[in-house]
């Protein structure tokens, strides 16, 4: 049973940073796709950033120029640093993967738990 465990949420000022970590736990599994998703209190969840297997990356808009993401695949884990912080990043952000089970071909998607980003002075 994979299992995606999120860190890094928390209370930023607005233009600080913050750095969110999502590792996958379990056996018999490889990643393909690694992303970051938020949902706004009202709104719907929105993709933030997608990292493929091949490190291909692409953001959103609203994510461009300030947002990084990056996978590291020895420890199954990837990380979004967020700077220039906003109000409207405001949100709980969620992991998600694609994870792929020992001996087939299709993904099945995973989601973190979610963590709080509040951007608020």
């Known amino acids: 049973q994979v299992q995606l465990v999120e860190s890094g949420g928390g209370l930023v000022q607005p233009g600080g940073s913050l750095r969110l970590s999502c590792a996958a736990s379990?056996?018999?599994?490889?990643?393909?796709?690694m992303g970051w998703y938020r949902q706004a209190p009202g709104k719907q969840r929105e993709l933030v950033a997608l990292?493929?297997?091949?490190?291909?990356?692409n953001y959103a808009d609203s994510a461009k120029g300030r947002f990084t993401i990056s996978r590291d695949n020895a420890k199954n884990t990837v990380t979004l640093q967020m700077s220039s912080l906003k109000p409207e990043d405001t949100a709980v952000y969620y992991c998600?993967?694609?994870?792929?089970?020992?001996?087939?071909?299709?993904?099945?998607?995973?989601w973190g738990q979610g963590t709080q980003v509040t951007v608020s002075s």
């Open positions: 990292i493929t297997a091949r490190g291909i990356t």
């Open positions: 379990g056996s018999d599994f490889s990643i393909n796709y």
């Open positions: 998600n993967f694609g994870i792929i089970a020992s001996g087939r071909r299709s993904n099945s998607d995973y």
